[in-house]
């Protein structure tokens, strides 16, 4: 049986919440570039390269990409045979207080959602999932999740014979509404099966999947093309502002799901597709 100390856990997602508000990762950084040589309109462009100079800036001068530096979202895989020395979930919370607080990021959340809406001052709690795998490593997944893309967000639960075209007809009208909101070009995530919640973890999780990779199944994988192609013809365009490059991406994951059912949820993030990783 390993242990690990809960205050390991605690600096290692403090830095990486740090991390992932300074710094954009390297495949978005690409796909933004290449988006700057597609793109055909000339406000497209103008957006595309302060997209990309204020990526450049806030990695120089560590300060964050956006504003809203985002809910913290944490995946968690424990491996089993690891012994947690201390209080797991309060390491967690503890490494995003630190984070939020010693990098001046903003603190975006309120301690009750309806009727106290009183700002908890540190950005915590975090959302937390968690999954036991086999082995003896924490596998760490931060995604400081911001609500402009959020809040463009849908779920449906269709039914089995709408199939793809359904699911697409779906994708397309939840980008369409969500129109310049969520800060394009944006990344599209896409959970496909299991229950409503799973359906939306699903895709929660793929918006934090390299742009580069596709779904392993080539059905998939292919749809992921169609859509892209289809969303990029919806005109949004960068910022809103008209164009072809409405999303760098369209990640889609999977999961068996019940014989009567076909819940579909797709998690929009903005350009500032922010997350970063670690193993302990």
Known sequence: MRE?????ITETVKDLFLSANYYIGSDICNGLKCALEKETSLIGQSVLEQI???NVIAADDKVPICQDTGMAVIFVEV??????????EDAMNEG????????????SVVEDPLFN??????????IIHTKIIPGDKISILVMPKGFGSENMSAVRMLKPS???????????????????NPCPPIVVGIGIGGTLEKACLLAKKATARNIDIHNTAPEYAEL???????????????GGMGGNTTA?????????????????AVNICCHAARHASAVL
Do not use: W
Request: glycine content about 10%; proline content about 5%; hydrophobic content about 40%.
């Open 248 to 264: 760098l991406a369209v990640n889609i994951e999977c999961y068996p799901t019940h014989i009567a059912g076909l819940p579909v």
């Open 162 to 180: 709408q199939g793809v075209e359904g699911v697409m007809d779906f994708v397309l009208e939840t980008v369409k509404i969500a129109g310049p």
């Open 224 to 238: 992921e093309s169609k859509l892209l192609t289809k969303i990029n013809k919806l005109g949004i365009g960068p």
């Open 117 to 126: 809406r009183v700002n908890t001052k540190d950005n915590t709690p975090a």
């Open 52 to 54: 990309i100079e204020n």
């Open 96 to 107: 995003v207080r630190q984070a939020y607080l010693e990098g001046y990021m903003r603190k």
């Open 79 to 88: 491996g089993q045979d690891v012994h947690i020395v201390g209080n797991f």
């Open 4 to 8: 690990i100390q809960a205050s390991t």
